[in-house]
């Protein structure tokens, strides 16, 4: 990431403009109480990107980063919070909490060891039994694989043959290098249903190379 885009970023938090300060606002608007939330960050970074845009606004947090060098910063950045240095995959299997705000801000790229992970394709429908019965999933998308090839700048990462079967499958798409936003959504109310929730209403901010998108949630009656 260049200087001037850091600096932007920093900018845009102190100025509460960012996506996720925005994001937040917009659930609020619709009603949600996010000052009783309990929340947890799933792909916590060091929370300078956006976990501090809303740490302070919810009930309480809990956030999860693999890297040991980020989860050191990270746990200076959110001296509040619960700080797990876990790979997700496996806590989530594991985890016995439930939560009110699951925020999913991980790689849009192929990751892991073997780069077996796909941006957060491998996570549905599991994390599912991480939310309460009514809850807001808050997921960083990408529409169009070209800015995520020039912002990550890894070839062996993004837009690879594998990177776009999995888009493929997991958004039932013919054209996984663009996929509009509301397509995106029936693929996740379909991923919902299998995992026994359905999607109330989404909305979704545009961020330089992706979105963020805002997924309210509710457990089906059996
Ligand atoms: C896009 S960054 C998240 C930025 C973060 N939301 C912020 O506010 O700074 C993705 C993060 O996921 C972490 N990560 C990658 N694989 C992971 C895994 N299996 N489990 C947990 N964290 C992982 C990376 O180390 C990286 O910090």
Redesign the pocket.
């Known amino acids: 990431m260049s200087l001037i885009w850091k600096i932007e970023k920093q900018l845009m938090r102190k100025l509460g403009l960012s996506p996720m300060r925005r994001v937040i606002k917009g659930l609020k608007r619709r009603g949600v109480d996010v000052g009783k939330m309990q929340a947890l960050?799933?792909?916590?970074?060091?929370?300078?990107?956006?976990?501090?845009c809303y740490s302070d606004s919810v009930q309480h947090l809990e956030a999860?980063?693999?890297?040991p060098e980020?989860v050191e910063r990270l746990k200076k950045n959110l001296p509040r919070a619960v700080i797990r240095q876990?790979?997700?995959?496996e806590q989530m299997r594991v985890c016995e909490g439930k939560f009110d705000l699951i925020?999913i801000?991980?790689?849009l790229s192929l990751?892991?060891p073997n780069l077996e992970?796909c941006e957060h394709i491998g996570l549905f429908p599991r994390v599912l039994d991480l939310c309460k019965d009514d809850a807001v999933l808050i997921l960083?998308v990408a529409t169009e694989v070209e800015p995520l090839r020039q912002y990550v700048g890894d070839i062996d990462r993004v837009g690879t043959p594998e990177h776009l079967k999995r888009r493929a499958e997991f958004y039932k798409t013919d054209n996984p290098e663009n996929i509009p936003l509301d397509k995106m959504v029936s693929a996740y109310s379909e991923h919902c249903t299998a995992g026994g929730f359905e999607v109330e209403w989404w909305f979704a901010v545009r961020r330089r190379y992706a979105h963020t998108l805002a997924l309210k949630i509710r457990k089906r009656a059996s």
């Open positions: 960050d799933m792909f916590a970074g060091d929370g300078t990107g956006s976990v501090l999860w980063e693999l890297n980020l876990v790979d997700s995959y925020v801000e991980a790689p990751y892991g992970y960083a």
